[in-house]
Every structure is written in structure tokens, then in C-alpha cells.
């Protein structure tokens, strides 16, 4: 592992590498560029490995984890891709029908910290599926560049779709209440405001750093929003107070916190962009906000 630290790099690194993974540059522009703050000490392979996600030593819930049932399944998204592979978790000792949780990924596949995540959130009591929407690319490559160009690949609306099928099949489930809110992250987030506005029995959504909803489909939204954002993360922000009005003027029920001095991607524990801080309050919100909406 590298010896960096968050305080040793510039805030323009962040920023270039929140460039490189939404698609705005390639990786040979994106290491040119990463380049020019190699400097002195700090070598470009030591700047890259320090910048790049960490799965073996982030994971905070392991896939045996004893107190957990969890195992891949797949179902079917008719409008979407067809099948569709996810991680269904379940706690082990539940005794009774449990809410659910769709967990939406990034836009890079089914990756190792999505599916950590899906199993926090059942070890908290909630029946949990986290589905993979490179499922008819042959799945999650294996490492998050290569995920990337496949989901580029997909049309976005058709993974909304296989994203609100996960909530049909998890609704239906024998394990299920019935009662069903969604988390995502970065693509996840936009996936979470939109299926806030297509599935009219959503209990709740929690976005974190997610595109907004156009004008449009906003005045839609009827599931109660909490809305994660880091403060630094200006590219997503920027559409908050359109967002905002809307909420308002529609008597929506939400609530938005902006994280301070926090980059988009504070709670993926992977890379250095998280923050524990911010990504334990957030996560304690998520949770109470689910318990609230979805356990009544």
C-alpha cells in the first residue's frame, strides 16, 4: 500500500481523478495529466495506486460473515436486460418477514464495496439485494476501469428498469415485508431519484452524490428523499437548487445534507476520496431514515 496521505495531495487530484471516472477524459489523458503532481517524492505509480480503489483491505462485512445469508441470485428485468445477477443478503436469525433494500452501484458494475454495502445494510435487519447491471455485458470485470467502459456501454434508462425489476422481485420475495426503500451511490444516486419517481410504492430513497431528476420528472417524486452530498463535490451540486424548488414547491418530504469539506465519493471506503466521518454520520442517517419509512 501506499504511504501517501488525503493531507499530501492537492485537491486538484481529487477533482482530475472525479474527471476520469465519469468518463470525462481517457486513461491516457488522465495519467498525463496526474503526472504534473508527481513531484519530488511523490512518484506517478505511488500517486496512482494511492488514488485507485483498495478492495482487499476495505471490506467491513466479509461475503461468510456468520450472522448472514448471502448469495447470488438472478432475476428477471423484461425491460431492461433480461437476466440480471445481484447479491441477495438476508440476516440468518430472522424469525419474521423483514423491509427491503435495493443497493444501486456506481457506474462501474457490482464491485467489491457494493456488495459490502448491501451486506451492511441487511446485518442492520433489512432484507437486501444488490444487483449487477453489467449482468448482460457477462458482469462486473473484475476492476472498476474496465467496468467502466461497460457500462458506457448500456443505455441508462434500460438499467433503471432492470433496477426497478430488483424491486418487483424483492417485493415479492417470501422474506420481504413488501416495504422497500433504495440506496445508491454516484450513478446509484441518480438511480435512487428516478426510481423515486417511476415506482409509485417506493418507501423511501437515499441517494448519495446523485444526478438529479430533470424539472420534469421531479415534480414526480413521491417516496421521501435523503439526499447525501459532500460539499466539495460541485459537479453534482450544482443541480441541487433546481432540485430543490421543485421538492418545495410539491409539499415533497425530504431532507439534504451537505457534508462539509468532502469530496464526492466520501463513503466508498476504497479510495481516498472517503471520509469516515462523514461516511459513518451519512450511513447512521441512511439506516435511521429506512428504519423510519420502511418498519411503520
Known amino acids: 500500500m501506499s504511504t501517501l496521505k488525503k493531507e499530501d495531495i492537492s485537491q486538484e487530484v481529487f477533482d482530475l481523478y472525479d474527471d476520469y471516472a465519469h468518463n470525462k477524459m481517457d486513461r491516457k489523458e488522465f495519467l498525463q495529466k496526474l503526472s504534473l503532481f508527481a513531484v519530488g517524492a511523490i512518484t506517478l ?6 488514488i485507485s480503489p483498495n ?7 466479509p461475503a461468510n460473515d456468520p450472522r448472514l445469508k448471502s448469495e447470488f441470485i438472478n432475476y428477471n428485468s423484461p425491460k431492461g436486460g433480461g437476466i440480471i445477477k445481484g447479491l441477495f443478503s438476508i440476516p440468518k436469525e430472522t424469525k419474521k418477514k423483514l423491509p427491503g433494500i435495493i443497493v444501486v452501484h456506481e457506474n462501474r458494475g457490482l464491485n467489491p464495496y457494493i456488495e459490502d454495502v448491501g451486506r451492511r445494510a441487511a446485518i442492520e435487519g433489512f432484507v437486501t439485494l444488490a444487483p449487477d447491471a453489467l449482468s ?50 454516484c450513478f446509484g444516486g441518480w438511480i435512487s431519484n428516478m426510481m423515486a419517481v417511476k415506482v409509485p410504492d417506493l418507501g423511501a430513497a437515499v441517494p448519495y452524490y446523485g444526478r438529479q ?8 417524486v413521491k417516496a421521501p428523499l435523503l439526499l447525501q452530498y459532500g ?66
Open 45 to 50: 505509480p505511488a500517486l496512482l495506486s494511492f
Open 55 to 61: 478492495y482487499i483491505d476495505s471490506i467491513l462485512v
Open 136 to 185: 448482460p455485458l457477462g458482469g462486473y470485470p473484475g476492476n472498476d476501469d474496465e467496468g467502466r467502459t461497460m457500462q458506457k456501454k448500456r443505455d441508462k434508462n434500460e438499467m433503471l428498469e432492470d433496477f426497478i425489476a430488483a424491486y418487483n422481485y424483492l417485493k415479492n420475495h417470501k422474506d420481504c415485508s413488501g416495504k422497500i426503500g433504495v440506496v445508491g451511490f
Open 213 to 220: 431528476p430533470n424539472d420534469k420528472d421531479a415534480e414526480k
Open 231 to 296: 460539499e466539495l463535490d460541485k459537479r453534482v451540486n450544482a443541480g441541487w437548487p433546481a432540485f430543490e424548488k421543485i421538492l418545495k414547491a410539491n409539499s415533497i418530504k425530504h431532507t439534504a445534507h451537505f457534508y462539509p469539506n468532502v469530496n464526492h465519493g466520501f463513503h466508498n471506503n476504497t479510495t481516498p476520496r472517503f471520509d469516515k466521518e462523514a461516511a459513518d454520520l451519512s450511513w447512521e442517517r441512511t439506516i435511521a431514515f429506512f428504519n423510519k419509512h420502511l418498519r411503520s
